[in-house]
């Protein structure tokens, strides 16, 4: 006990430093999602299958290029069909990246074990200036 008041000054030092090197772990944890460069990574590399689970009208307003449309209500009994080759990775995207994130427990559920969200959906892959298709 005597040491911790002898040496309080050192300890709160040790504390904040400790805790500002966390801080940028912890902020990483709360974005969730794949950001669109590491989306566009994985589309070029390794031939990443986009689907898009917006209704049919927000897939014709703007979706990623090469994008297929499954929406989120038919994502369980149609996925299999658009996607059958389930060891290529999988990249869920809606407008936001509200309906992605359940879109990801449904296909893993199925067995793609490397479906991923896009983090902020088509709103970020826009901020991105990233190219878009319209139907």
Not at 4 to 22: E, F, H, R
Not at 54 to 81: M, R, T, W
Request: aromatic share 4%; with cysteine.
């Amino acid at each position: 006990m005597k040491f911790i008041l002898d040496n309080w000054m050192l300890i709160a030092v040790a504390l904040a430093s400790g805790s500002m090197l966390l801080w940028p772990v912890i902020q990483g944890a709360t974005v969730a999602g794949l950001d669109p460069a590491g989306a566009v990574q994985l589309i070029n590399r390794e031939k990443a299958v986009v689907v898009d689970v917006c209704d049919p009208a927000e897939f014709a307003s703007g979706h990623v290029g090469g994008a297929k449309n499954v929406p989120l209500a038919d994502l369980e009994s149609k996925l299999s069909a658009a996607v059958k080759n389930k060891s290529l990775p999988l990249i869920l995207v809606c407008q936001s990246g509200a309906r992605s994130g359940r879109a990801v427990a449904i296909a893993k559920k199925l067995g793609y074990g490397q479906a991923q969200a896009l983090g902020g959906g088509m709103v970020g892959w826009k901020a991105a200036n990233l190219p878009i298709e319209k139907a």
